[in-house]
């Protein structure tokens, strides 16, 4: 059944990129769970036509999905998926897009091409998402964005310096859209993951020390499920958040929070 509360996303309609697989799976279930029609998009038709499946045999009475390929690195196919979803539906209340990618290495070490390919997905395809999503919106003069930012755009380690340095960039174009974007009712924030189990994190999780270091670097002691980021995100697109706009949502199991956890004799 379809919740009807103040985090209820019924009868919204609200796309979802990288639905495939990950973080992006877990919110397109979790929206259709809060009774939203959920366009699920992702590089990946295949994976994206499998999430929309699951909702459509889990929802019962709650919301609805549809499927398509998109790569957000070409602008005109954003332009034309969300256009058509918005004309379709009649309005695009709320998008999410999670999409990512990383390449490990130190910045010496780093090779333009690689340099390119990461500034392409993670904030190239951020701007061509946005600008799609923001021209709908103040059109209809509502609706909520959401982009996915992450702890590397507050803290960073080496062999990150690329990927943070795109986080750090959708923080502010976050920010400038919502100043944008706000006198015409249209809210834009950002969800600030810290680690979290998905693709692309397998490889971590592949090498037992590494995966054990980052569990222990922040309070909890343990990663994230993907359905972790759903209720910040549900947040965010939500009217429970009608007063929240220009904001990093920070879901990081108190990483960014503590410097270290040494506990002192006779503490």
């Given at each position: ?27 397109a ?44 690195r ?7 998926a ?23 290495k130190?910045?010496l ?34 609706g ?81 499920h ?36 040494f ?5």
């Amino acid at each position: 059944m379809a919740d009807t509360g103040l985090f209820s996303l019924a009868n919204k309609t609200v796309a979802v990129i990288g639905a495939g697989s990950g973080i992006g799976e877990a919110v397109a279930r979790g929206c259709a769970r809060q009774g939203a029609h959920v366009a699920c998009l992702d590089v990946n038709e295949d994976t994206a036509r499998a999430t929309a499946a699951r909702i459509d045999a889990e929802r019962g009475d709650g919301g609805s999905a549809e499927a398509g390929a998109l790569d957000i690195r070409d602008a005109g196919a954003v332009d034309a998926a969300l256009d058509g979803i918005a004309r379709a539906r009649g309005r695009l209340d709320g998008l999410a897009c999670t999409p990512s990618i990383n390449v490990r290495k130190p910045l010496l070490a780093y090779t333009v091409e690689e340099f390119e390919r990461v500034i392409a997905v993670n904030l190239k395809g951020s701007f061509n998402v946005l600008r799609a999503a923001g021209r709908i919106m103040t059109a209809q003069k509502r609706g909520s964005i959401v982009l996915f930012s992450s702890i590397r755009s507050l803290v960073v380690e080496p062999g990150q310096g690329v990927y943070a340095a795109t986080k750090a960039g959708i923080v502010q174009m976050v920010r400038t859209a919502a100043a944008e974007f706000g006198p015409a009712g249209v809210r834009v924030n950002a969800v600030g993951p810290g680690v979290v189990e998905t693709p692309l994190t397998a490889p971590i999780k592949a090498k037992p020390d590494w995966y054990q270091a980052y569990a222990a670097k922040n309070v909890l002691g343990r990663w994230a499920h993907a359905d972790e980021m759903i209720g910040p995100t549900v947040f965010l697109l939500s009217d429970a958040a009608s007063y929240v706009t220009g904001t990093l949502l920070i879901a990081d199991a108190g990483w960014t929070a503590a410097d270290g956890r040494f506990q002192p004799p006779g503490m």
